[in-house]
């Protein structure tokens, strides 16, 4: 009697241990289900659930994890930091879809109802979006749903095994179609034909003027990049809408001015060359980049509200919740731009518009602006507060990204920068820097271009702008070390001494054995 008894206990317990496993499988899948249906209905923007958990991790991480995390992982960083709120939030609705089943479960009612309604209830607390909290929702309890389609046999195992099934096959389909629907489409929403149109009159002749001026050298880009650099606090960017958008001036000024996009067309429009590189860019890193901008300088703007007799600098606030403090003398001669390389500015560069300043590291270049604040006092910004002092001019570059062979000849290129203080020549050794030979360069890129002028003549020279260098020798046959330093125009050479990116960008020489 006592082994039957055991054997009774064994199956109890045997089969609880399955209802559970049943029903944690069954949450787990509804989880992924809502996670989906959220992604279909909002896409990679704020309004889907895991944006603010993610945003909210970034806030709330301690100074130091930021710098580590920028510095040893780069963009991945923010990828991980997406991944891990997309792991909190789908264990969160897991959480509470089982609970919600189990409440049902005691009261003998359909689960189905309770699911929908806990479910809403969590993530319009999360994302504040009612859309996208109902669509997690229902993504929620259709796996829930689908586990009770099949009954069981007798016996119950195939039974909990089916239902499983059903919930994972209900969820995988919810993923997919949702990884469908919520996929950005091609960037800037245009297509080939419409970016060959936009890229005509005087930005298409700027352009073909800085593709013409370009080494044709594999592996070193072109003079307009071909893929911009990005880097942001977030996980999952901005959309605000154009139509809606408004740029504030407020502050230290005789009057607060509040310009719509049809506002800030509305004055001097023009087209410059501007370089942006990352206060976290590696000392021979890629986050250096150049592209043609559009827009209207930002001392229009100010000159418009008025600035008070202390006004001192100017805080520029996003959407994103975004703010670096710039002195007034660098950004009066900045741009507010709303154009890219022909067409409007890309969302993931800060649509509907960004300040570029000129000679300052890329964080000061605001995307996603809604507002300058002008002060009469300095303000601490959001990477001061977090140990980071990339708010001055960039410090001189020269890299090395190009190593081509041609017969007994070795050819060596890249691109150097040095902000407004612009470059006069870039030196090259082949011996580890004992002897220097001079690079060639590229022609500079042409000055700011009125968008109103008729056929202008396309002179002067790009104020904040790289130049392009490539040097060849003769192969020594021995392996060696090639050294590159660059000289800005006030005749400084790149400082020699190492310094890496935290907390005011990477300086020393680039080197490179070959």
Not at 262 to 288: I, M, Y
Not at 376 to 390: L, Q
């Amino acid at each position: 009697m006592k082994d039957w008894h055991d054997m009774g206990v064994v199956a109890r317990a045997t089969g609880a241990c399955r209802t559970r496993a049943t029903s944690l499988g069954i949450a787990a899948t509804a989880g992924v289900g809502a996670l989906a249906a959220s992604y279909g209905f909002a896409g990679r923007t704020p309004q889907f659930v895991a944006a603010p958990v993610a945003s909210a991790f970034v806030d709330a991480a301690p100074a130091v994890l930021v710098r580590v995390g920028i510095q040893s992982l780069g963009s991945i960083a923010q990828s991980l930091v997406l991944a891990c709120a997309l792991a909190g939030v789908g264990a969160l609705y897991a959480a509470v879809v089982a609970l919600a089943r189990e409440t049902a479960g005691r009261f003998a009612l359909p689960a189905e109802p309770f699911v929908a309604a806990a479910t809403l209830l969590v993530g319009w607390g999360v994302v504040g979006a009612l859309g996208s909290a109902l669509a997690a929702a229902v993504g929620a309890t259709i796996p829930v749903a689908a586990s009770r389609l099949r009954p069981p046999k007798p016996g119950g195992v195939d039974g909990d095994r089916r239902s499983v099934l059903a919930s994972v096959l209900s969820a995988t389909g919810l993923s997919l179609g949702g990884w469908v629907v919520g996929s950005p489409g091609a960037p800037n929403g245009t297509t080939d034909e419409e970016a060959r149109a936009a890229q005509t009159g005087t930005e298409g002749r700027l352009l073909d003027r800085a593709l013409a001026a370009s080494f044709d050298v594999d592996g070193l880009d072109p003079l307009v990049s071909r893929e911009f650099y990005e880097v942001d606090i977030n996980a999952v960017n901005p959309t605000p809408d154009r139509d809606g958008w408004t740029l504030d001036v407020t502050g230290a000024v005789e009057t607060e001015r509040s310009h719509d996009l049809a506002d800030v067309r509305s004055f001097p429009t023009e087209h410059r060359f501007v370089t942006l590189r990352c206060v976290s860019d590696p000392l021979n890193g890629t986050k250096l980049d150049t592209a043609l901008w559009t827009g209207i300088p930002v001392r229009e703007l100010l000159d418009d509200a008025g600035l008070t007799e202390d006004a001192c600098c100017v805080v520029l606030r996003a959407k994103d919740g975004f703010y670096m403090e710039v002195p007034l003398s660098a950004v009066e001669d900045g741009l507010l731009a709303f154009g890219m390389n022909g067409l409007p500015l890309p969302r993931e560069h800060g649509a509907p518009a960004r300040v570029l300043v000129p000679g300052h590291w890329g964080e000061v270049n605001v995307k996603w602006v809604t507002e300058l604040e002008v002060t009469e006092t300095p303000v601490e910004g959001y990477w001061e507060k977090r140990g980071w002092h990339g708010t001055g001019p960039v410090n001189t570059v020269a890299k090395l990204h190009a190593v081509n062979r041609d017969g007994g000849r070795i050819e060596v290129a890249g691109h150097a920068y040095a902000g407004t203080r612009s470059i006069e020549r870039v030196e090259v050794s082949t011996d580890g820097g004992a002897t220097w030979g001079v690079a060639e360069l590229t022609d500079p890129l042409p000055g700011r271009v009125p968008a109103d002028a008729e056929n202008p003549t396309l002179r002067g020279r790009a104020a904040d702008a790289w130049r392009g260098w490539r040097f060849a020798y003769d192969e020594p046959g021995t392996e060696h070390e090639v050294v590159v330093r660059a000289v800005d125009g006030t005749g400084a050479v790149q400082p020699r001494e190492y310094r890496e990116p935290y907390p005011r960008g990477a300086t020393g020489w680039v080197s490179r054995t070959v």
